[in-house]
Structures are given as structure tokens and as C-alpha cells.
């Protein structure tokens, strides 16, 4: 079992910058593949970026391409969001997932998910 807390989220201005946490207890990120998703009110979940298990590769939405950063840092076994370029559109509640072994997009193969932070964009 591993539990995931976010952490990070607050009010931000549109073109600013905000990093994202995400920590694990139970069990190490080590064979996990995390990714970070999004919701807005009346909206489905949405994929934001992925980071592998060994951190090797990542995936981003095109959205968010160059913008975004998925990171891990294994010394605290935190695996981070940075995002910046803020835009009003994006304003949600963030979400980190783990799953083992593999890197993916689809947010039905996660099986661990935190509780979220939640992430606004003023005009």
C-alpha cells in the first residue's frame, strides 16, 4: 500500500509559477510510476505528466509541454510538479497517482491516488 500526499497548492496569478509535491509513506516510489492529473469543477479528470519508475522518461500533455516539469527526488522520495506560465484555465484540484512498473497517460491504471491540492489562477 502506499499513501500519497500532495502538498503545495494555493492561489496564484495568471503567468506565475507554483511547484507541487507529492510524498509517499507506506512504501518507496521506487518501482512506481507517478503521474499527476487534474480536475476542474464539472470536468473529468485530466492527464497532466508522468514520470517513469526509474525517472528516465516522462510524458506531458501537449498543453503543458515546456511549461511543466515532472521531477523525483529520491533522497525524500517526493516526486515534484513544477509548473509555470500559470493560466486561469488550469485552475484545479491536482492529483498524484502511483502504479507499478510502467509509464502512462491513462488515469484507470493508477492505483494509489493522494487526496489532491487544489490550485487557482487569477486573471
Known amino acids: 500500500q502506499v499513501q500519497l500526499v500532495e502538498s503545495g497548492g494555493g492561489l496564484v496569478q495568471a503567468g506565475d509559477s507554483l511547484a507541487l509535491s507529492c510524498g509517499a509513506s507506506?512504501?518507496?516510489?521506487?518501482?512506481?510510476?507517478v503521474g499527476w492529473f487534474r480536475q476542474a469543477p464539472g470536468k473529468e479528470r485530466e492527464f497532466v505528466a508522468a514520470l517513469s519508475w526509474n525517472g528516465y522518461s516522462t510524458r506531458y500533455v501537449d498543453s503543458v509541454q515546456g511549461r511543466f516539469t515532472i521531477s523525483k527526488n529520491n533522497t525524500n522520495d517526493t516526486v515534484y510538479l513544477r509548473m509555470n506560465s500559470l493560466k486561469p484555465e488550469e485552475a484545479a484540484v491536482y492529483y498524484c497517482?502511483?502504479?507499478?512498473?510502467?509509464?502512462?497517460?491513462?488515469?484507470?491504471?493508477?492505483?494509489?491516488w493522494g487526496q489532491g491540492t487544489q490550485v487557482t489562477v487569477s486573471a
Open positions: 507506506g512504501r518507496t516510489f521506487d518501482n512506481y510510476g
Open positions: 497517482a502511483a502504479v507499478g512498473g510502467i509509464l502512462t497517460a491513462t488515469p484507470e491504471r493508477y492505483t494509489f
